[in-house]
C-alpha cells in the first residue's frame, strides 16, 4: 500500500542520514587526528631550531610542510644524522620509507583510538582508490618521529 511504501521511505531515508552522520563524523576525527598528531610532533622541534623531514605519506603532504617540515624521497634531498623524520604508521607503509634509514632511533609516537570508528581498514581513507568502506578501530592510526644516527 502507499501508506507502507511511504514508511518504508522515511525508514531508509532516516537510516541513510544517520549513517551519512556517522561517515562524517569518523573523517572528520580522522583528519583531526592526523593535523595535531603532526603538529605536535613537527612545530615544536622546529621552533627549537632542528631539522624535521617527512617522506611524503598521506596527510603529510599538507599538514607537514605547514608545520615547517621538509620533503625527502627516494633520490632527491635527506636528512642528516641528527636530523628529524617523521612517518605515518599505516599498515606495512611505515616500513618502506624508514627502510631508507635504517639507523634511527625512536624519539616518539603518537597514537590514536577512534570514538566514531575508523572508516575503511586502518590506515586507509574512504578517499583511497581500491579500497572499500567499512569502520575499523585497530589503532593501527599512528605517527612516529625518528632521529636519523
Known amino acids: 500500500s502507499a501508506r507502507t511504501t511511504r514508511a518504508v521511505a522515511v ?15 569518523s573523517d572528520a576525527e580522522y583528519a583531526e587526528f592526523n593535523r595535531n598528531a603532526l603538529h605536535q610532533l613537527i612545530a615544536p622541534h622546529v621552533a627549537a631550531g632542528q631539522t ?13 610542510p605547514l608545520d615547517g ?3 625527502t624521497y627516494p633520490g632527491g634531498p635527506q636528512p642528516k644524522p641528527g636530523d628529524l623524520l ?3 604508521v599505516l599498515g606495512e607503509g611505515r616500513d618502506r620509507p624508514l627502510a631508507r634509514f635504517p639507523h634511527r632511533t625512536l624519539v616518539q ?4 583510538k577512534y570514538r566514531w570508528g575508523r572508516m575503511a581498514e586502518s590506515g586507509l581513507g ?12 585497530s589503532g593501527k592510526d ?8
Open 11 to 25: 525508514a531508509l531515508i532516516i537510516a541513510s542520514s544517520g549513517y551519512s552522520v556517522l561517515l562524517l563524523r
Open 52 to 64: 624535521v623531514w617527512f617522506p611524503g605519506q598521506y596527510f603529510s603532504y599538507w599538514y607537514a
Open 69 to 71: 617540515a621538509k620533503l
Open 86 to 88: 617523521v612517518v605515518d
Open 109 to 112: 609516537s603518537i597514537s590514536h
Open 126 to 137: 574512504p578517499y583511497t582508490n581500491g579500497y572499500g568502506g567499512g569502520f575499523d578501530n
Open 142 to 149: 599512528r605517527f612516529e618521529l625518528w632521529r636519523i644516527n
